[in-house]
């Protein structure tokens, strides 16, 4: 259910800020990702550039924007792309203008991306990236995971298993950790980071106003 709680403190002009959940294939992290998207209005999910074939479903501009390899070559040498990945056999990307007014305009933005992708928005957007690496319980409940999900040929989740172990290499670069045993316990830390994060003093654009009104009344 989406939560709209009222607030009895005075708005103050923030900054957004770029929320990126990483993690291997079948850790959990797109469930986590539609669990936040519904329960805080706050923040908005990015929507991705792909060079792959639309599933059963989803629908271009809402779910990926879907081009083929020549258009996604363009807008990576235009520099239309925050970052951009190659991920079995296709590329992804983030569009660059919408994340950058997002941000401007205090709005939140959350990323369903791999380590590639944290670090290419680390390098364009530090002061604003918040990162969180999901993990599983443990290695055997990550592959009874993808071999349940979809009834994958061995041979796909041995290849899932191997990037998986790749990923999770990566996993010290990120500024937070939740170790996805429990989906309810897991949503509870994320949306506490978001908040402590949102509260950081460095994000408050308009703090400095907000107490020189307060010292002119004291």
Known sequence: MTEAAPSTTPPIARRGL????????????TTLAKRLLAADLGIAMSVSVTTRHPRTGEVHGKDYFFVDDQRFATMREEGALLEWARVFDNHYGTPREWVEAAVKSGRDVLFDIDW???QQLAEKMPGDIVRVFIL???GA???????????????????????ASAEISHWAEYDYVVINADLDESLAGIRAILTAERLKRERLSGLMAFVREMQKAL
Do not use: F
Not at 18 to 26: C, E, F, I, R
């Open 18 to 29: 770029l929320l990126v959940l990483s993690s291997p294939s079948g850790a959990g992290k």
């Open 116 to 118: 590639q992708g944290a």
């Open 136 to 138: 599983p319980p443990s």
């Open 141 to 163: 409940v990550l592959e009874d995971r993808l071999r349940n999900r979809n009834q994958d040929p061995p041979e796909i989740v041995a290849r899932r298993m191997a990037a």
